[in-house]
């Protein structure tokens, strides 16, 4: 009797997604155990069964549909995939467990989400984490739950925000040792942005960062007045994490009203940066604000990648990211310490960078580069260890601004301002590569509108890619060129990801209402 | 009434009507002109509004915008989108938009000497080159329909891409030469596009896809329409009258 609940026991952690599988997520490159497959962010792929010489041979494995009833979908999930099983989550905060050869769905969760819950840019959810045999969701309506990743059971629920103030989670949870990161979305309703960790078992919350600090805390001297109240600074989108140095690495939104800087004076302190925050305590070891006192609402909402580059001669611990203000940084991820800066997409309000890679503003003007929407926005870049590349999908477009001053009223939209009258020019985007230590364009592909999905590298030698036309392709990750493309017919608003079932590749992303796999047809 | 209630109420009343001029003059006349003539988006002084006849529904539009346009959702809350609302019906009942010229005359000239027919469907009837005029009457005013005339080349319509977060189908009409591996070249109107094919209306009415690894050349012709100026072409009186059939133009009965 001993021996066999040993055996259970055995059994039951071997189906377990323990953290040190996560750290260790290399050693199986067939599953896909966390949102970026690995906590430095990078979004590659070990494997190569889909290679440059065989790309033009993928066609779509299956196509699952979604339940979605909203009215245009923006389906931004990013799947987890372990042993066979892909767990997905849909509009607005539901969940779906697939077989990952099929598409066939095991469960589903479905959430009622009232009508009067408030997301300013979409009722959208970008995916889950696991940890263990529970699954992590944060939902429209404020709340962090666990599901049962066998049944989608919910196991437990906590509150991480009042959703009558605006609060929102959009976000992927990261999880990692035994707790659960989560941010919040809001930042167009004067919320007060904050990172939050959970208990993985219990749900109890264990620390809180809160991004715009309060009186007498360091930072609350950058907010004129009693305008850190309403200072925003969302938590909206997935970071990275350093298990070594025991960093969380989380960006921030932009500061609230979003456009109206004069109800504001100050920095905006920690709007618009880039936090390196210590599991352990929550408390900041450091951060950069790569848009200080911002007035076009450019969040920092980006996964930060993390690689060592070798920097003017120095081997140096490197957090990358392309930001929404159109410069790429890299910076020290133990220091925070400005190492470059340089612009990867038109930008027209900033001279260039000094050498602490703030900006130096250009002269104002209502038509602005890049516009609202960014150089690039919250889908993913990715880096190749292979190619030594980063790889990101970029927007040339512009915005003209106005301001108008708006008085916070609890829950309600308090922006400030938007954007208005339009240049005739039709944007356009791009994927790029960069080189990460000197930030030079390696190539680019050209997109005639500019796109709102995210790369992923491959040990296969790919770049895989979204447009908002629907077309998903392949790019050789060296040259940039074609390889394979296919019109799924649906705006793709997501991040691809990669993994194995039944000894197969297959490449999945999310389009229009549907997640569409791609394997190697005979 | 008692007069000082009386006082009171008017001077509330042109209070509001003053917020409605600040929150139009503000959002809306960026595109639907400084008194609601119309300039990129429709014409507002009108005696029915197309989409938003009762309260309700221009509530919902402003509020929520038109998917698939370039009319973008607002944040404006109730009480605002209402006080616009009734700064505008107070516009429409003192201006009432009519042309010198006359309709009949129009359509004669619209379907002979103009040539319009050609590239402008009317109910139906026309050629396919050129936007739809079936319901031109509801969305542009005398001034912007005799500019287009002009120079058309300055009233292309535009795709407004910035408010939008994607396209779905271009309405722009964006003029795209191609020129193919073989050597053959094509001028038209783009239908559609992604980043690997285009599909273009040539300017004889053929439809065309294309891969674009098999052009060698693509070029975005801006600014440049089939359309030519009727300035020279057409007198003041015949543009007069053209301009009165297209505003008489509003389109099928619902």
């Not at chain 1, 066939?104 to 009232?114: A, D, M, S, T």
């Not at chain 1, 690039?376 to 260890?385: D, I, L, Q």
Request: charged share 20%; with cysteine.
């Amino acid at each position: 009797m001993r021996l066999w609940w040993a055996l259970a026991a055995a059994c039951a952690a071997w189906g377990q997604v323990s953290f040190e599988r996560i750290v260790d997520a290399d050693k199986e490159p067939g599953n896909w155990l966390t949102y970026s497959r690995t906590y430095d962010g990078q979004r590659f792929s070990p494997l190569n069964q889909i290679n440059r010489q065989n790309a033009d041979r993928l066609g779509a494995a299956w196509i699952y549909q979604t339940w979605n009833t909203e009215g245009r979908p923006r389906f931004e999930t990013s799947p987890l995939a372990v042993d066979g099983i892909l767990y997905i989550t849909e509009q607005p905060s539901d969940a779906a467990a697939l077989d990952a050869a099929t598409g066939r769905p095991l469960w589903k969760y479905r959430r009622h989400i009232p009508p009067e819950v408030q997301a300013c840019c979409g009722r959208v959810n970008r995916g889950m984490a696991i940890l263990g045999d529970l699954l992590y969701l944060g939902t429209l309506d404020g709340y962090l739950v666990a599901l049962d990743r066998i049944t989608g059971r919910l196991r437990w629920s906590a509150q991480v925000a009042d959703s009558k103030l605006a609060y929102s989670i959009t976000v992927a949870p990261l999880a990692l040792k035994a707790m659960v990161i989560v941010g919040v979305s809001g930042g167009e309703y004067g919320i007060r942005g904050f990172l939050d960790a959970y208990d993985a078992t219990t749900g109890r919350r264990l620390w809180r960062f809160w991004t715009v600090p309060g009186p007498g805390e360091q930072g609350n001297e950058s907010w004129g007045g009693d305008s850190w109240k309403t200072g925003s600074a969302a938590t909206w989108a997935t970071g990275a994490y350093d298990p070594d140095l025991n960093l969380i690495y989380w960006g921030t939104g932009n500061p609230g009203p979003d456009y109206d800087g004069e109800a504001r004076p100050g920095d905006n302190l920690y709007s618009c940066s880039l936090l390196a925050l210590d599991a352990a305590t929550g408390k900041k070891r450091w951060h950069f604000q790569f848009t200080p006192h911002d007035t076009h609402d450019w969040d920092a909402n980006h996964t930060p990648i993390l690689t060592d580059l070798e920097i003017a001669g120095r081997r140096r611990k490197a957090v990358i990211v392309a930001n929404r203000n159109s410069f790429f940084y890299v910076l020290d991820r133990a220091t925070g310490e400005f190492l470059l800066g340089v612009p990867f997409a038109r930008q027209t309000w900033a001279k260039g960078l000094d050498p602490k890679g703030r900006p130096v503003l250009a002269e104002t003007k209502e038509l602005v580069y890049p516009g609202l929407h960014g150089g690039t926005n919250w889908f993913s870049a990715s880096f190749s260890p292979l190619t030594g590349l980063f790889y990101v999908a970029t927007r040339e477009e512009g915005t003209r601004f106005y301001v108008a001053p708006t008085r916070y009223r609890p829950g309600a939209l308090f922006t400030g301002g938007g954007p208005a009258g339009i240049p005739a020019e039709e944007p356009e985007g791009y994927i790029q590569a960069l080189e990460p230590a000197t930030g030079k364009q390696r190539w680019k592909f050209p997109m005639p509108t500019p796109p709102w999905a995210g790369v992923m590298s491959t040990a296969g030698g790919l770049v895989f890619a979204g447009s908002n036309e629907g077309a998903f392709f392949a790019l050789h990750d060296q040259t940039g060129q074609p390889l394979w493309h296919y019109q799924t017919g649906g705006w793709i608003n997501a991040n691809p990801v990669s993994y194995v079932a039944g000894g197969k590749q297959y490449v999945t992303v999310a389009s229009g209402r549907a997640l569409i796999a791609f394997t190697l047809l005979q | 009434m008692n007069r000082r209630v009386w006082l009171l109420l008017t001077f509330a009343a042109a209070l509001a009507g003053q917020e409605g001029l600040r929150l139009y003059a503000r959002y809306c006349a960026h595109c639907h002109g400084a008194d609601g003539e119309g300039a990129r988006g429709p014409a507002l002084v009108r005696t029915r509004l197309t989409r938003a006849a009762s309260e309700a529904a221009f509530l919902r539009i402003v509020k929520e915008g038109i998917p698939d346009t370039e009319m973008p959702p607002s944040r404006l809350s109730d009480a605002e989108v209402r006080q616009i609302r009734a700064y505008l019906m107070a516009l429409d009942q003192k201006r009432n938009e009519t042309s010198r010229g006359d309709a009949v005359r129009g359509a004669a000239l619209f379907l002979g000497k103009g040539g319009c027919v050609a590239c402008h469907i009317v109910n139906g009837q026309g050629g396919r080159m050129g936007p739809e005029l079936t319901f031109v009457g509801r969305s542009r005013s005398a001034a912007r329909l005799r500019m287009a005339m002009l120079e058309p080349g300055a009233e292309l319509p535009d795709s407004f891409a910035q408010y939008r977060l994607v396209i779905p189908m271009p309405d722009n009409f964006l003029m795209v030469r191609v020129r193919t591996k073989e050597g053959m070249l094509v001028t038209g109107i783009r239908l559609n596009e992604d980043p690997f094919t285009i599909q273009l209306r040539d300017l004889a009415d053929q439809l065309h896809s294309f891969r674009k690894q098999d052009l060698v050349q693509m070029e975005r012709l801006t600014g440049e329409t089939p359309m030519p100026s009727y300035h020279g072409k057409l007198t003041e009186g015949e543009l007069d009258d053209l301009v009165a059939y297209m505003l008489s133009l509003k389109g099928v009965a619902p």
